[in-house]
């Protein structure tokens, strides 16, 4: 009974923790917030937003968020749900395109209002190269600063993952 949850469990950290593990949260506009006054496709540029990633919306009155489509985004039309709580968080679940604007007075037209794309899957990890019989130095591939992270939490995923898989392994 004992090895049959021991497996159980391996397979959901094989599934479900990556998606945990690899997810980043992304305050819009950083410090500045949500507000008007922001570059946030500036903000935006050079980042790059997966499944699972969180958009957080802080801001204060009179500032509010409207997710919108496409057509929402480019005629500043708010449409859909109000989030005016001041610290919204948004999930991002599927891929492709993501539209958020304010829907107070102008301020979309003055440039409060955010586009981003959502890609479907994370950054895939390099194969461990086999030992050779003579090591050789060659420099480490460096990892763009946005993967920077996601880098570092899927070494320690695996390593996890080496170590269930040998508990699972010794069980039997």
Known sequence: MGSNQLVAF?????FV???IA????YVVGDNNGWKTDVNYT???SG?????GDKL???YGPPHNV???DGAGFKDCKPSGDLYSTGNDTFT???SGKKWYICGYNDHCQKGQKLVINVESNGPVPAPIPAPTATPTATPSPTPASNDSYRSFVLSWYQIFLAAIVTMVVAAF
Do not use: G, S
Not at 22 to 25: G, L, N, S
């Open 66 to 68: 409207y997710k919108v």
């Open 22 to 25: 690899m997810a980043a949260e």
């Open 47 to 51: 980042k790059v937003f997966y499944v």
């Open 17 to 19: 923790l990556p998606t």
């Open 10 to 14: 391996a397979i959901a950290a094989i």
């Open 56 to 58: 957080v919306f802080t």
């Open 42 to 44: 500036e903000w935006a």
């Open 92 to 94: 991002l679940m599927k």
